[in-house]
Each structure stands twice: as structure tokens, then as C-alpha cells.
């Protein structure tokens, strides 16, 4: 590769294991977007069958949801930024972003453990029915991947610190981002066809 | 919990199995303190990272697990040779086939293709190695834990007994109390990571690391059966993740996905089951068709006819193998238009398979065919599986398929298809490759003569059964009737002749270990694809240096040109990646947080995972970037195992 | 050599047919219009797939006797080079499809009459029979009569019978291979199979689908009769046995193996089990009956029964 090429090619494109980790990533968020489809379906069959238990419409309310969504957008933006950065080479504006996208992870987080207690103790529970079991499994999966992508990108902003940008690195970092932005499309999806959906119906 | 609780008692036939297990343990224990063979256990295989000795463990795992399986099936056809024989009674007996179709389908049968790719597709492609050795050791360990999983269910806690189709309400916690259904679910899922990951690991292998010049469609068709298997893999496999977590979560945590209680939907399981099930049929009929392609081609001394079509249907089949996964429950009553249209897309998977058998019948013509025993296996493939493809198509019928449904009809059919399709491709394969793996051919003769027996046995065991279903016989009946007596004799006399071809299969491995003369090149058949380009032994960095490929049957190209893929003054230092003890520790800890998940001991599984995490998190710290293979030493292993020894030749 | 596996997988067919041949085989001989229809989708599919077999067998036979490497060969007829050629290729595929279209078109039509109650001589409606499966017997429920039997039911000739399907507990099938083919029962929700006899006699039924340990015995026979013989049944039936309790019958629910019995109504007067208001019916009653084990061993329904009494009695 000539150094002109070399000028264009992103620092995480740069080496072949950079570029074959990423199409194994990519590959691996098809996956993911299987998983995620089946549980939406889940979702959707098992819609209704509440039995004895709180209807979604009493329980939902538009707020909290709202902000839930307004935090992990932005993340999204701000890891998009922090992204910019890494390309720029900048890696103190690139850990700052980063941080700032996990504290807004952070947000997103307690605000969905606040929402799942707050209906648990109105009687919405994982046991009470069918519907109610569907609805914590497929927000509770998403929710999980957001905490294992906390955890994650927090080792890597460590491993940015210590080393800079290297290849190795910025193909992490990059990784992430596709993670991260990835949890951000689920969210939509959930917003819509879980919160907009149950609170009309 | 009581001790008697968690061993499983009351049952000779399992006392027996536990003997033997402690048995076999001491005995390797001692074989491996009285040779000094720890240390070489734990550098050389359990450390691995190489795809050449995953593959092999893969292969004797699945072969374990082949012989408990068959074992399985042969106290089966024990209990069905005469009515009201008393040998298992009806609760061991669901233990029994529940265990037989699932170590065959998810433990035998996956493992030994995944097997054969990762120690061939490498070689077919030109490449050194996987895309992501480390992973692929992970995907292992994953397999070998979740399999240990499961079969431990035999002797600790007691074995599930819902069938290996696990339907809900029956496999749930109100009918199936106890841990036997979480050793299912746990097992499977452990194992179900690796196959994922291997998935992912090969596609990226194949799509990244072919060698110079070679085109998609210039790939050896065993390497495409690969590719198409594992794009399966990637779309069908998260189904059955989520599946297998909603029902861990029902049984342990209480939810109601398909309970009877709380409005659940048990029906659910079922569509999940076979949205992931009916893919994963192709997921090991289709590396079959690859190794079988492969097979004839080269004792056919031929090119493969219709190579493009051959892909074109692989690829085609892959698309309606997700299309078609409510015929296995035509008579859930969904109605005659939802039937139709599932009927029709069944049927059509007929016709890429049919333009498939015309092609291999189509490689034959003009050819000269060379009778070795791989090509044995693979020739009575085609009519057998003929035979389990035209009553599959009965089966597609939806209106007749209520008569088929549940019957013997159906179990004579899918082992048709599996034993004739897959199990004859592993013989086949692990007899046509054996030879690059260890060195040395299998012997001829010992296995054309393991060989009749199977396949004989293999007729006569299940052709009867089509003549059962027939009559209603149903399947999973723990006892038979007067009137079924003589087809079931009939079959159980053909399943003896299946396991003693197995048993001198396995015979044969040793035998030939000490009689069979080693291999001096490494082109044992006269091969006609990369794989055999490579020196016998092969190095562990397969490659000295990379072909490049013009042509599809590349090697057998370069034969006739007279060029090898080595070339002295082009070598360059290999970069390898390291052992690492990190999969096996890694998935073993996932295994001890799985296996008290089972007990339901939560705060105990909750901290093995949690070990995996935090080594996980060490792994991200790890930037071990492997080591260089010198010049020097490449030269000195190439020429030695090329016999060349003047400095000059080879450059 | 491999030609021998074909005549050796021919001779095998050819005897098994003849083994079989002597006995009748319930799905080809069937007694009634649906198991009928289908046995002539059956029959039809057959010569397809002979035909197939045939030309398979034959083209595999052919090649691999004629192009076998044996000593002297030469190079006559041997083309290694040859990959392929577009007309056959074609030709062969397009002959799958054709087979596939001229299967699909009676399987579509059978599909949906078999949604409908067979025709009849005498053009009556339906007998309407509730079939509820539980662990490990059957209910029959006639609404129309108010009788119910347990493990046997009594069927009109010449008219076709309307099964509600359904189950107290795991998934079961309803399958009378004489008369036609299966369809699920589950709780929670209703399937419907029409069946019809017309010829008299007793023919086995059984739940066909694996649902633990007492499956196999899961089984019941059918006395199909003349409507006058059938009426007769009926008012015996409605005479002389004992009205169902529903403590009785939250009894009987009990995972166990029973005998025949009958009773002078149904159990829908107090659950119907095809409802969603039904599904945990059985469930929530016996939440721990479904651990206990019955240690069976043989096919043999009074020894299952008297091995549950004795559990009982401990």
C-alpha cells in the first residue's frame, strides 16, 4: 500500500486483522440483529396475554421512556464524535467523548432499572404473564448489552490511555462504536414497538 | 439436596455406566502419569490454537459421542426386538432416545464436519490458519464442555426425558421437575456459543484468507458447502439461543413464555424449535454434499460436473431451508392455506437436491471410478439417500403427512437422510482426509468391510420402519405390539450390523496406526485441491508460501503444469499467533457456572461467570501479537519433509 | 462392486414388500373417506417416487458398472475435462418441477377438503365428539348425547364425526390410522379433525404424540356400529352409568393410566380445556402429581393400573 493510500485508509483499516476483525463484527451483529428479530416476534405473539396482571397501557407512561431514548441517542452521537476524533488522531477529545457516551449509557440505565422496579411493584412481574415475561426479557437483553458495552468500553478508554492510538486500538474504539451504535437502532425499535405501541393499545 | 438425589440410582444399566466411567478415567489418569504425558496434554493439545488439532479433537470427541449415541440406539432396538421384553422400562427409555437424538444431531453430527472444515478448509483456501485462532480454540471448548454437560446428566442428577424436540408444556418446570431438562437447555446453549462462533470465524476465514487470485467461484466445493453452512449458522443459530434462554428462564426464573399457566404459548417453542431445527438439518446435510462432491470428483479422476449449478443449489437450498420449518408440525392445525404454502416451498427443496444427484451421477459419466473406501461411502450415498429423499417429499405432502406424522414412517425417513447423508460424508471424509490428518491411509480392506456391514445394517435396520409407519406404529413407543414384532426383529438385527461396522471402523484406526505405511508425499489420491499441495506431516504453518490460484481444481492444474506450491526464494519469516491456556480455562469456568445453573444454585453460577468476565477483561489486555516462523527454519522443515536436500533445488 | 449394493437394496425392497404384503398395512387399508383420500395421495406420490427410484437406480447402476477403472481400460470413453453441459442441466431441473407441481396440485385440494366434514351417503351433520387428551387418557365428550366415556368412544357408520380436539395438560395427537391422520391436541385451544367410518368394526386409536411417561398406554379403541346400534349405546350409556363429579374428575385428571369408563354427562359443564380459560385448569390442580413416577414396563394397561394402586396405597 502506498503511503498516499496509507493517508486514507483509517488507522483501524490499516492492518489485514483490523479489517478482518471488523467484517467478523459486522457478521457478528447480523447475528445479533437474529436475536434481537426472535425476541421482538416473541414479543409480538405473546402480545396481550397478560392474564391477571397489569395492562401495558396502565403501566407505560411517555417521560421517563422519553428521556430514556433522548439519553441513548445522544450517546450515540457523542460516541459518533469521539469517533471523529480517533480519525483526527485527537485521543484526549476522543477518551472525553467516550466518557461522556458511558455516562449517558449510565443514564439510560439507571432509568430503565427505575422503570422495571417501578412495575414490578405495581404488579408487573417476569412471572405474571406471558406478556409481562416477554416484554422484561426482550428490554432486559437489550438493557444487558448496553451493561456489557459500559464494561467493555471502559477497559478499552483504559487501554487508549495507555497506549494512544495504534492500530490495535482504534480498531477496538471502532468496534465499539459499531456496538454502541448498533443498541442505539434497537432502542428505536423497542421505543416504538414496545412503549408507542403498549401505551395506545 | 441429598446425596442420592444428585447421583442418579436405582438403575443397574447406569451403575454399570458409572463403573465404566471411573474405569476409563483411571486408566487414562494412569496411562497419562506412567508416560510423563501431562505436560505434552497441556502444550500441545489443550493449549492448541491450531486448526489442524482442533479439528482433530473435534473428530475424537465426535466420535465419543458417536459411540454413546449408538449405544443409546442399540438398547433401543434391544427394548423394540421383542414385545413387553422388560429390558428398559418406559422412564429409562425416554431418557434414552431423548439422549440418542440429541448427542447424534447437536454432539455428533455438528462437531464432526465442524471437524473436517477446520482442518480442511485452511488447506482448500491456501491459508495458515483460521481468522481468529483464539476463538476458534474458545468455539471448541465451548462444544466439549457443553457436551461433558449433558452427558453427565447420565450419572449426575438425572438425564432429560422430553425427546430431543424438547416440547413445551411437556419439557416445562410443572410436567418436567428436576434438573434432567436444565442439563438439556444449559448443554445446548453452552455449546451453541461455539458453533456461533465458528460460524463467524470461517465465513470471515473464507471470505478474507484465499490464497492470491482465487475467486469465489474458483473455491473448492467443499470450501463452499462451508460457507453456505455458515451463513446458516449465523441466521438460525440465535433463534436457538434465545429459545433455549426463554425456557431456562421459564423453568428456573419462573417467566411464562410456554407455560400452561399465566397465558403462555407452549406452540411458541415449537415454531422457535424449527425455525432453528429445520436450518440446522442443512446444517449438516450440506458440508456432506460438500465432502461427497469432493470425493467423487477425485476417484472419479474427473472434474466435477456442473460445479456452478452444484453452488447455485447449495445456495438455494440454504434460502428455503428457512422457509419450511412448519412441516414439521402440519397437524397443529394451522389451516389448509398456511399447509399449501409450506408444503409447496418443502417440495421444492427437491429440486436443487434432485439437480444435485444428477450431477454426481453426472461426474460418474466418462469418468474412472477407483473403488477406495471413502468413494465406497460416498457412491452408496446416492441411491440411499434417494430413498430418504422421495419419502421426504411424501412427508412434504401436508394432507398426507397427517398419516406419516409421529409414525416410524418419519423415523425411517430422517435417518435416511442423516445416516445415509451425514454419517456416511463423516466416514467418507474422515477416511478420505485421514491419511493428510495422521500420516497414513486407513486400511483398505478393514474398512471396505466396515463399510458393508454399515451400509447393509443400515438398510436392513431402517427400510422395515417405513413398513411400521405405515401400519401406526408410533414413534417413541417404549414397548412394542405382538403384530410389529417381526419388521422390529428385522431391525434390530441390522442395528447390530451397523455397530459392529463401527466398531471395526474404530478397530481399523489402530490397526492401521500400526500396519499402515506412512505417507511420503502429501498428495495421497491423487487430489486435485490445495489441500493435498501441502507436505504430509503438515507444518503447523500449512504454507511455506502462498499459491496463487488461477483455476478452479488448482492443484491438479499445477500437477499438470508440473509447478508445487513452494518456492524457496520467495520464502519470507510466518508470523503464527501463541497457545494460550486462556479457551479452556475460560469455558471450563463457564462450564461449572452452567452446571450449578442446573442445580439452580444462583449465587454459584453467578460467580463462575463472573470469572469469565473478568477474564475476558483480561484478555482485552492481552495484545499478544504471536511470534515469526525464521526463514531458516522453514527452509529446514520444508526440505526435510519434500526430501529435498541439495541447498540448490527447490529455488 | 457397488453395483452389488444395488441389487442388494433391490432384492431387499422386493422381499420386504412381499414380507409386508401378507399383512395389511392400517394406512393403506383404511375404513373410511378421510384416511381414503389419503391413502390415494399416498398411492399417487408412490409411483412418482418408484419412477424416480428407477431412473436413479438405473443411471447410478449404469455408470458405475460402465465407467469403473478396471485393467485394460484405456482411455476409451473417459473424459476427465468434461464439467458440465447447460441442456441437460436444464432438462433436469426443470423435470423436479414439473413432479413437484403435478404433487403439489391433489395435496392443496386434499389439504383443504380434509378442513371439511366428508361427504356422506345419508348427507347428516356431524357428530360432534370433544376429545380432550390428559396425562395419560382420553375424555370423549358428547354434548349433543350428554354421555362421556374414558378410553373408549362409540362412532356412528356413514357419518362424519366432528372431533374437538383439545388437552387437559401436555400436547398430545389424536391418530385412528384406520380411519385417517392425526391433529394435535393443546390445551388452551381447539383443533378440529373430521373422520368418518364406514365400515363397521373396532379400530385402535392412540395419542401419537410424545407427552412423559405414560405415553405409550395412552391408547383407546373405536366401535364403530350402525346409527340404530349407536343409539342403542347411547341410551344404555345415558340409562345405566353413573353422572361424572367434578371432584371426580379433577381426580381422574391425575397423571395416571385408567381404565374404560363412561359416564351420563360431560365434564364441559364445568371446564372446557380448548379455552384459554381451561389451560391451567389441570395445572394448578395437581401442580406436584406430574413428579411422581409409575415404573412402567410393558404395554399392558392392568398392570400399569394395579402398579398406581399400589403407589397409591404407600
Known amino acids: 500500500m502506498s503511503t498516499q493510500e496509507a493517508k486514507h485508509t483509517p488507522l483501524e483499516y490499516q492492518t489485514t486483522h483490523g479489517q478482518m476483525n471488523i467484517l467478523g463484527f459486522w457478521i457478528f451483529l447480523a447475528a445479533e440483529v437474529v436475536l434481537f428479530s426472535t425476541l421482538f416476534a416473541t414479543y409480538a405473539v405473546l402480545f396481550g396475554r397478560t392474564a391477571d396482571s397489569p395492562l401495558p397501557s396502565e403501566l407505560f ?93 471502559t477497559l478499552l478508554i483504559i487501554q487508549i490511555v495507555k497506549r494512544g492510538l495504534t492500530p490495535v486500538t482504534s480498531q477496538k474504539v471502532f468496534i465499539i462504536s459499531l456496538y454502541w451504535h448498533f443498541l442505539d437502532v434497537i432502542w428505536i425499535f423497542i421505543f416504538t414497538a414496545v412503549y408507542l405501541i403498549g401505551m395506545v393499545v | 439436596m441429598k446425596l442420592s438425589e444428585f447421583f442418579v440410582t436405582g438403575e443397574p444399566l447406569i451403575y454399570a455406566g458409572m463403573v465404566a466411567i471411573v474405569l476409563v478415567t483411571c486408566a487414562i489418569v494412569f496411562l497419562l502419569t506412567y508416560f510423563k504425558r501431562w505436560g505434552w496434554l497441556w502444550r500441545e493439545w489443550l493449549t492448541t490454537v491450531d486448526h489442524k488439532k482442533i479439528g482433530i479433537m473435534y473428530i475424537l470427541s465426535a466420535l465419543a459421542m458417536l459411540f454413546r449415541g449408538g449405544v443409546d440406539a442399540l438398547m433401543m432396538r434391544v427394548q423394540l426386538a421383542f414385545p413387553d421384553l422388560n429390558f428398559l422400562n418406559s422412564q429409562h427409555y425416554n431418557e434414552i432416545f431423548t439422549t440418542h437424538g440429541t448427542v447424534m444431531i447437536i454432539f455428533m453430527a455438528m462437531p464432526f464436519l465442524i471437524g473436517l472444515m477446520n482442518i480442511v478448509v485452511p488447506l482448500q483456501i491456501g491459508a495458515r490458519d483460521f481468522a481468529f485462532p483464539y476463538v476458534n480454540a474458545l468455539s471448541f471448548w465451548s462444544f466439549f464442555f457443553g457436551a461433558l454437560l449433558f452427558n453427565i446428566s447420565f450419572v449426575i442428577g438425572g438425564s432429560p426425558d422430553a425427546g430431543w424436540t424438547s416440547y413445551t408444556p411437556l419439557a416445562g418446570a410443572a410436567l418436567s421437575p428436576g434438573p434432567g431438562q436444565n442439563f438439556y437447555l444449559l448443554g445446548l446453549q453452552l455449546s451453541g456459543i461455539g458453533t456461533l462462533a465458528t460460524g463467524i470465524n470461517l465465513m470471515v476465514t473464507i471470505l478474507k484468507m484465499r490464497a492470491p487470485g482465487m475467486k469465489l467461484f474458483q473455491m473448492p466445493i467443499f470450501t463452499w458447502s462451508t460457507l453456505v453452512t455458515c451463513f446458516i449458522i449465523i441466521f438460525a443459530f440465535p433463534i436457538l439461543t434465545v429459545a433455549l434462554a426463554l425456557m431456562t428462564i421459564d423453568r428456573i426464573f419462573g417467566a411464562q413464555f410456554f407455560t400452561l399457566t399465566g397465558e403462555g404459548m407452549p406452540m411458541l417453542w415449537a415454531n422457535l424449535f424449527w425455525m432453528w431445527g429445520h436450518p440446522e438439518v442443512y446444517i449438516v446435510i450440506l458440508p456432506a454434499f460438500g465432502i461427497f462432491s469432493e470425493i467423487i470428483a477425485t476417484f472419479a479422476n474427473k472434474r466435477l460436473f456442473g460445479y456452478k449449478a452444484m453452488v447455485w443449489s447449495m445456495i438455494l437450498i440454504a434460502g428455503l431451508s428457512f422457509l419450511v420449518w412448519v412441516h414439521h408440525f402440519f397437524t397443529m392445525g394451522a389451516g389448509a392455506f398456511v399447509n399449501s404454502v409450506f408444503s409447496v416451498s418443502t417440495m421444492l427443496i427437491a429440486v436443487p437436491t434432485g439437480v444435485k444427484i444428477f450431477n454426481w451421477l453426472g461426474t460418474l459419466y466418462k469418468s474412472k471410478i477407483q473403488f477406495t473406501t471413502p468413494m465406497l461411502w460416498s457412491l452408496a ?39 445415509a447423508g451425514t454419517v456416511f460424508a463423516c466416514f467418507a471424509g474422515l477416511e478420505y482426509w485421514y491419511p493428510k490428518m495422521f500420516g497414513h491411509k486407513l486400511n483398505q480392506k478393514l474398512g471396505k468391510l466396515s463399510f458393508w456391514l454399515f451400509v447393509i445394517g443400515f438398510h436392513i435396520t431402517f427400510f422395515p420402519q417405513y413398513f411400521l409407519g405405515l401400519d401406526g406404529m408410533p414413534r417413541r413407543l417404549f414397548d412394542t405390539a405382538p403384530e410389529w414384532f417381526t419388521l422390529n426383529f428385522i431391525s434390530t438385527i441390522g442395528a447390530f450390523g451397523m455397530g459392529a461396522g463401527f466398531a471395526l471402523f474404530v478397530l481399523n484406526i489402530y490397526y492401521s496406526y500400526k500396519t499402515s505405511p506412512r505417507e511420503k508425499t502429501g498428495d495421497s489420491w491423487d487430489g486435485r485441491t490445495l489441500e493435498w499441495a501441502t507436505p504430509t506431516p503438515i507444518p503447523h504453518y500449512n504454507f511455506a508460501t502462498q499459491p496463487t490460484v488461477k483455476e478452479l481444481d488448482a492443484f491438479h492444474d499445477m500437477k499438470k503444469r508440473g509447478e508445487t506450491t513452494y518456492d524457496e526464494s520467495k520464502l519470507k519469516p510466518i508470523h503464527m499467533p501463541n497457545y494460550s491456556g486462556q479457551p479452556f480455562i475460560m469455558m471450563g469456568l463457564l462450564f461449572f457456572s452452567s452446571f450449578a445453573l442446573v442445580f439452580e444454585w444462583i449465587i454459584l453460577s453467578a460467580v463462575f461467570l463472573v470469572a469469565v468476565l473478568v477474564m475476558m477483561g483480561i484478555h482485552s489486555f492481552d495484545y499478544d501479537d504471536g511470534y515469526h516462523v525464521e526463514v531458516e527454519d522453514i527452509k529446514r522443515t520444508e526440505r526435510q519433509l519434500r526430501g529435498l536436500n541439495d541447498e540448490h533445488t527447490g529455488s | 462392486m457397488s453395483s452389488n449394493k444395488t441389487l442388494i437394496t433391490l432384492t431387499l425392497l422386493f422381499s420386504l414388500s412381499i414380507i409386508t404384503g401378507c399383512s395389511e398395512l392400517r394406512v393403506l387399508e383404511p375404513k373410511g373417506p378421510v384416511g381414503e383420500d389419503q391413502k390415494e395421495l399416498i398411492i399417487y406420490s408412490l409411483w412418482f417416487m418408484l419412477g424416480i427410484v428407477v431412473v436413479v437406480f438405473g443411471l447410478f447402476g449404469y455408470m458405475v458398472f460402465k465407467y469403473r477403472d478396471r485393467p485394460g481400460r484405456g482411455n476409451k470413453d473417459y473424459e476427465p475435462e468434461q464439467d458440465g453441459n447447460l441442456k441437460v442441466e436444464i432438462i ?15 395435496t392443496v385440494d386434499t389439504l383443504f377438503d380434509l378442513e371439511k366434514p366428508p361427504q356422506s351417503a345419508n348427507e347428516e351433520e356431524p357428530l360432534v365428539v370433544y376429545a380432550t387428551s390428559a396425562d395419560w387418557k382420553w375424555f370423549f365428550s358428547y354434548p349433543e348425547q350428554g354421555i362421556e366415556t374414558v378410553n373408549y368412544l362409540h362412532i356412528p357408520t356413514e357419518r362424519p364425526i366432528e372431533f374437538r380436539l383439545s388437552s387437559a395438560d401436555s400436547m398430545a395427537a389424536l391418530w385412528i390410522p384406520a380411519l385417517g391422520g392425526q391433529k394435535y391436541n393443546m390445551a388452551g385451544m381447539q383443533t378440529i379433525l373430521y373422520l368418518q367410518a364406514d365400515e363397521e368394526g373396532v379400530y385402535d386409536g392412540r395419542n401419537s404424540n410424545f407427552n412423559g411417561e405414560g405415553f405409550s398406554l395412552q391408547t383407546f379403541q373405536v366401535h364403530a356400529e350402525e346409527d340404530t346400534a349407536f343409539k342403542e349405546w347411547v341410551n344404555k350409556i345415558k340409562n345405566e352409568k353413573p353422572e361424572l363429579t367434578q371432584d371426580q374428575y379433577n381426580e381422574l385428571l391425575k397423571p395416571s393410566i385408567i381404565g374404560e369408563m363412561a359416564f351420563s354427562n360431560t365434564h364441559l359443564e364445568w371446564v372446557d380445556h380448548g379455552t384459554m380459560m381451561g389451560s391451567d385448569y389441570s395445572i394448578k390442580r395437581h401442580q406436584n402429581a406430574y413428579e411422581k413416577k409409575l415404573h412402567l414396563k410393558s404395554l399392558d394397561k392392568a398392570d400399569a393400573e394395579e402398579e398406581g394402586d399400589a403407589d397409591e396405597a404407600q
Open chain 1, 61 to 153: 407512561g411517555a417521560e421517563i421512556v422519553l428521556i430514556m431514548t433522548f439519553l441513548l441517542l445522544t450517546s450515540s452521537f457523542t460516541c459518533g464524535i469521539a469517533i471523529h476524533n480517533m480519525r483526527q488522531g485527537q485521543v484526549k477529545p476522543l477518551i472525553i467523548w467516550m466518557v461522556i457516551t458511558l455516562l449517558l449509557g449510565l443514564g439510560f440505565l439507571g432509568f430503565e432499572i427505575y422503570e422495571f422496579m417501578h412495575y414490578t411493584h405495581e404488579g408487573a412481574t417476569l412471572q405474571s404473564s406471558a406478556f409481562w415475561s416477554s416484554f422484561y426479557v426482550l428490554a432486559g437483553t437489550h438493557g444487558l448489552h448496553v451493561t456489557l458495552g459500559i464494561g467493555w468500553a
Open chain 2, 381 to 419: 450415498f446416492i441411491p440411499s439417500f434417494v430413498i430418504g429423499g422421495v419419502t421426504g417429499v411424501m412427508l412434504g405432502m401436508a394432507a398426507a403427512d397427517y398419516q406419516f406424522h409421529n409414525s416410524y414412517f418419519l423415523i425411517a425417513h430422517f435417518h435416511y437422510v442423516l445416516i
Open chain 3, 92 to 106: 433436469w431441473t426443470i423435470i423436479p418441477l414439473i413432479i413437484v407441481t403435478l404433487l403439489s396440485i391433489p
